[in-house]
């Protein structure tokens, strides 16, 4: 079946770096990409929806200056969580909608932990 | 606002045992309707979904749902669970074409 590529699985940072994760469609096309966020014991949240070749749209209360999406290519988005904070420690999770027949495939999470 | 609740957040079940995880959303419009999997360790795989039609749903491993309008809910069941059902279960509802809201997900641990 069709899989989607979510890297790293798990990342340890210093307050204040950023950290890029990795969403890849491997078999399919996906114009649309969506990234979620999920706190310990509560639901997955939609951050935004990546569009290849357009600028994304951000849930409301989502920092688009602190949570940059690039979907450069019919099969990779990125989600950059920039100057990361202890706050911003979350379980992402990414998902990949195929072009043809617009099923909905997920990644497998990146653990995030910002110190 | 649109919400989707699900009950158990924790469901502890000894194996042949049945199941049923509730589901209930709000949303006054057409919906599609979701249950996906997250088994440890693995990524969130779809279990079944309603987008129309007969409104019981049956899905991958003995799965089945059922979408009841009048109750706003989308309730999953198995009649008899196994030691790999262990995992948790997310309700999900797409009231448009993009975006899926999900429930808080329920942990369901199988003991032999």
């Known amino acids: 079946g069709a899989v989607v590529s979510q890297h790293p699985s798990w990342v340890i940072c210093k307050s204040g770096t950023s950290v890029k994760i990795e969403c890849r469609s491997l078999d399919f096309q996906a114009t649309t990409m969506f990234w979620y966020r999920q706190f310990p014991k509560q639901s997955l949240m939609l951050m935004a929806t990546s569009n290849e070749g357009s600028k994304a749209t951000y849930e409301q209360g989502v920092e688009k200056d602190k949570f940059l999406i690039n979907h450069a290519s019919l099969t990779l988005s990125t989600l950059t969580v920039t100057s990361a904070h202890p706050e911003d420690s979350s379980f992402y999770i990414c998902s990949a909608r195929d072009l043809e027949d617009e099923k909905l495939f997920f990644g497998s999470g990146t653990q995030l932990s910002v110190l | ?112």
Do not use: M
């Not at chain 2, 899905?59 to 999953?76: D, R, V």
């Not at chain 2, 995992?87 to 899926?100: G, H, I, M, R, S």
């Open chain 2, 1 to 112: 606002a649109q919400s989707v609740s699900q009950h158990n957040h924790h469901v502890i079940l000894s194996e042949a045992a049945s199941l049923e995880l509730g589901c209930n959303y709000s949303y006054g419009g057409t919906v599609n309707l979701f249950w996906y999997v997250q088994y440890p360790g693995q990524h969130l795989q779809l279990l079944l979904k309603y987008f129309s039609g007969d409104p019981l749903v049956k899905g991958i491993k003995g799965f089945e749902a059922e979408f009841i309008k009048s109750k706003f809910s989308f309730n999953l069941r198995k009649p008899s669970v196994q030691w790999s059902d262990t995992a948790e279960y997310f309700c999900a509802v797409n009231p448009d074409t993009d975006k899926l809201i999900f429930g808080t997900g329920t942990r369901l641990q199988v003991f032999p």
